[in-house]
């Protein structure tokens, strides 16, 4: 961007006049002071009536014509024509609703909303007669009376074949085989205290003799001494004796032991298991065999029930009159359809519109041939005639046009040349010379009657200022003000603070009358209702969170050495 400014380009300059000879610098200056005499007084009267219709305009025809065109208009539009406009409205509304809306409202509500209502119910009726009414009697009649039937037999078998034999089961089997194997346990467990005490009490006796004997042996060892090694060989060889012995005896309690548990607990639960639950297991194995062949023959049964009760008929009824009854409506609505939509349309073209527009198309054909003769024998004879007339014609406007471009060259042209070119032209340049002149003068004088005007006016403006203008000024500055601020001081703002003063008394009075009232309302309500229990203050207050500040007036501070 260039921020430079550059000098404005000259214009170009204009084409250089011809030059001009002493009569247009004689007539100029004389012109010019005659043109400037005549248009000043006609400036100053313009510029007067312009400044006039202005005003006027502004002040008068604008007011006049909102007052003759806008108001009578605006208020025919809202007193005449809106309410007209409104009137028309509702009653075109009317017409409409009554001409277009009303009547299909009517054929809507009366035709076919029953129409409808009847084809509804019909549909309804015959779509529960086809659909519903059927199945629900199959329900009713056959498949629920079949099921209640299969349900009992199905529960007579369980409770007959299942739950009787495993009740029987029960009690004839397992209930006494229950009972011997607790009488088999408990005498056992006798047996096995017994033994367990008898071993018991033999252990404490060995235990006993074999303390007796360590101490005897210990009281002989401790007075003998060592001569006596050989009563404690023999002693030791005791010893080892009734070791032998004890071991012997553990081994035959513990191959004893091993027996009678395999005969409490082994044996039995294996005879159990070989000579009753197996054989058990076998028969409920083969009661579900024979369950599991029933259930399928009577799924077989209930099969051919249902397929002879429910699919045979629900095929016969479709195949024998649901198919033939629909075919049956689909070929009596589509005969009504065309009964009623294509038959009638395609008789009306067939016997009257066809006839009707090939006669037309006939009819025309025949116009057209006839117009077409006639056309082609009239355009033949006028070609002729007209031929021989324009060669006649052209002859004739030969002859005739060189006369007459003779005579009116001799008689017009030639005379008009001359007076052209040695009449015409010389007085037409001083007519443009003069002319020319005349409007630079104007234009010269209206501009220089301007500038006399504008000064006209500035010093009438000046005048009108230093006569009405200044002195009103004066007059407001000098003496209007001064009074007015001696008014405002002496008598407005008392009077106005005295005003203010008063308004406040009385507020406050009607505050006190108003707190007086309060006051004696309470004192009614204490009486008569007894006086409100106090809220107890709280004993220890939160002093952890500070306060809300108060707000910061003039006279009060927010550092701690002048805070109050």
Known sequence: MDWEKHPTPAAPATAERQPEGCLVAAIRIPVRIVVLVLVVPIRLTWDALAAGGRVVWRRGLVPLARALFVVPWAWLWRRVLAPVGRVLGVALTWLGKALFVWPWVALWRRVLVPVGRALGVALTWSGKALFVWPWVALWRYVLAPAGRGVRAVGLWVWWKGVVASVAWWYR????????????????????????????????SVVWSGVVAVGRGIGWLAREIGAGLASVGRGVARIASLVRVGLTAAGRGLC??????????????WMWLYARVLAPLGGGIAWLARGLAAAGRALGAGVTALLRALVVVPTVWLYAHALAPLGRGTAIAVSWLSKALFVWPWVWLHTHALAPVGRA??????????????????AGAGLAWCGRGVW??????GRGLGTVIVTLVRWIFVVPAVALWRWVLVPVGRA????????GDALGHAWRVAGHVSRAVGRFLGRLLRRIFVDPVRWAYRSVCTPLGHLVRDSVWRPAARAVKDAGA???QALAAARESVRQARADVRRALFGAKRAEPEPLVRDRREPGSPQARTVGSSTTALTKD
């Not at 209930?175 to 252990?203: D, E, K, M």
């Not at 009819?363 to 077409?372: E, I, N, P, S, Y």
């Not at 007519?431 to 005349?438: D, G, I, S």
């Open 255 to 268: 191959v004893g032991g091993g027996w009678l548990l395999r005969a409490l607990f082994v044996w039995p």
């Open 431 to 438: 007519v443009v010379v003069l002319v020319r002149e005349t």
């Open 360 to 377: 037309t198309v006939l009819l025309l054909k025949l116009v057209g041939a006839c117009l077409a003769l006639a056309g082609r024998a």
């Open 172 to 203: 004839r089997v397992m209930t006494p085989a229950g009972h011997g194997i607790g009488w088999l346990a408990r005498g056992v467990w006798a047996g096995l205290a017994f033994a367990g005490r008898g071993a018991g009490r033999l252990a």
């Open 391 to 396: 060669a006649g014609l052209a002859w004739f």
């Open 505 to 507: 008394a009385a507020r």
